[in-house]
């Protein structure tokens, strides 16, 4: 599948941070935390599992400011280099308080929001900013005019373009959508997706976490039937999660091209855009 320029330039981008190895008591530390900050989603996209109400419905659930605080302390004690994204699954600004979520991690890392930008306004924007944003990745769904508009809120707001980035989303299904589609660990067909390699290595689980909305530690931001969880960060650390025997037997498998266990199994998603430098450093 071709890779528009965007996506090019976005993961370009993310590199320069990701692919840093902060090592902590020896072990490789992650470098990209996906959090899921709620439930809730306005949109309803063809190619995400959204579209079924059965399988993925829309719910007002939203991450706890108790559970933010948490994991900032942690980070700040084990003095985190990397990034956070909030995006996850759902609509991170439909989150009640979003600006004091950002404003809490950002104490002690690099925020970025992804989002579909229609709850943005420059006064939303500037809050966020003042809040800590270091970055907004805004994907667009309507069509080419909302380049204008978006990078309109953007300068309304005194925010210049090295904090955002517009992603063309309005492809038709011929054109991938213009995203790299993947079938989010078999739970999605349509387009024209790459063949499933259980052979193929995967360097998620090397450098990045995603967390849920209910401090669940989900395997991979791909798994949206959330069938792994290998911890819960309300109960255990970060760094407990991330070094427990149940995350170092995926981390060995993947790195390894072993994925015949589910959901690793069913999945197309190709996990070796970044991570190169942490598989290093584990030695697996």
């Known amino acids: 599948m ?3 320029e ?11 941070y990701i692919d ?6 020896g072990s490789p530390a992650f470098s990209w935390i996906d959090i899921n900050v709620t439930e809730l989603c306005n949109r309803k996209c063809i190619f995400c599992p959204r579209i079924d109400d059965d399988f993925y419905p829309n719910q007002n659930l939203n991450i ?3 559970l933010i605080r948490k994991m900032a302390t942690e980070l700040k004690h084990i003095k985190y280099q990397g990034a956070i994204v909030l995006c996850g699954f759902g609509e991170p600004l439909l989150h009640p308080d979003i600006i004091e979520v ?32 270091g970055y907004f990745v805004v994907s667009m769904y309507d069509g080419i005019h909302q380049v204008e508009k978006f990078k309109s809120l953007f300068l309304d707001a005194n925010c210049s373009e090295e904090k955002f980035i517009l992603r063309d989303r309005w492809h038709s299904e011929a054109d991938g959508f213009g995203l790299k589609l993947t079938n989010r660990a078999g739970t999605i067909k349509i387009g024209d997706q790459d063949p499933i390699d259980i052979s193929h290595p995967c360097h998620y689980p090397a450098y990045s976490m995603t967390i849920d909305w209910n401090g ?21 650390s970060l760094m407990e999660v991330w070094l427990s025997k149940a995350m170092q037997k995926r981390r060995n498998q993947l790195i390894n091209g072993k994925r015949k266990q589910g959901p690793c199994n069913l999945c197309n998603a190709d996990g070796t855009l970044h991570g190169y430098n942490h598989v290093k450093a584990w030695n697996l």
């Open 2 to 4: 071709t890779i528009n």
């Open 6 to 16: 965007s996506t090019k330039q976005n993961l370009r981008r993310k590199s320069n």
């Open 20 to 25: 840093v190895v902060q090592m902590i008591n």
């Open 64 to 66: 706890s400011l108790n």
């Open 102 to 133: 950002v404003s809490i991690l950002s104490k002690n890392a690099r925020i970025e929001i992804v989002t579909n930008g229609d709850y943005l306004t420059p006064s939303i924007i500037t809050d966020l900013v003042r809040a800590g944003a």
């Open 216 to 236: 669940d530690a989900l395997l991979c931001v791909q798994d949206w039937n959330k069938k792994v969880k290998l911890g819960n960060i309300f109960s255990q």
